[in-house]
């Protein structure tokens, strides 16, 4: 019974791509730990990138190099 | 202080029944654990049924069955 | 499905307290918001007192008062 | 390779604030650990008031007062 | 620049089964949705069976039968 | 009332430096945003270094080299 928490920059994923991370993250699981896909969880968190830092700058600044 | 995360799926939960998480959620840590309800935290997280995944397909398709 | 993450202090939770919590907070979800108790999840964090902080102190310091 | 988690509620933070919450936390983590600034993370999410609860009661509830 | 955070019972997973799931995920985000490997992040929790709940009762309890 | 969440890799980080994390950060969230911090929680997890993956490839093989 995993629990999976994608975050990205919310920057236009696609419902397909979103369908794609889901069935691609669950059959991982599968295949290494043995777990049951019935009982994976997968949530996808999009996040704004004036909300997202690295290298102590936001996202929205680094785009625009 | 409690720190609790609800997360639940985007369908319309209203005003009312997210307070009436809270406050349960906050009574049930205070009646088992004793903790002080005045810092106790709760946040409760609505995810779009296209990001809920669960056995390999997103809620968004098996809200279509 | 619910996903629930409660964050405690490690200081003494029993194993039984722990089962009242996932029982409480799985029952609050159902009679909120209907959610299937088979699928909803909780997970219980517990939390050394140095690696929690309010009020800008450890909660270290906070009990030596 | 620090990953920071910053939640507030949703009350009007603006671009030029998160970038002080980004550049500050990041330079904390080299101050006080000596981390990469260039592999620290910092995600702030911002969430709805009737979604955060303090008390037993939503923070929108508290604001009327 | 994903983060991934990979939560599972702790129940024995090795640090190859661990290896290969940082690996899978961080491929997957690749594939998908053609994220920079670099600066993909995977967190894996693992929780006690006692702290982890599904369908009220504890993974302690659904072991056991 | 934010809420922090500080991941690190487990790697000795002591109560000291721990403390200073809790008050920077807590600091700057009053200086940035008007925060309380009487209500600031701060929350620090250290990630052992085989359950933190960069690269695709898990903080202890990153050490090695």
Redesign the interface.
Known sequence: ?????????REG?T?Q?????????????E???G?N???????????DT????????????LRKR
Do not use: H, Y
């Open positions: 019974m995993p629990f999976v928490n994608i975050r990205i920059t994923a419902a791509q979103k369908k794609e991370l889901i069935k691609g993250v669950t059959r991982l699981l295949e290494v730990l777990k896909p019935k009982t994976t969880f997968v949530i996808i968190d999009e996040v004036d909300n997202w830092g690295i290298g102590g700058e936001s996202v929205t600044e």
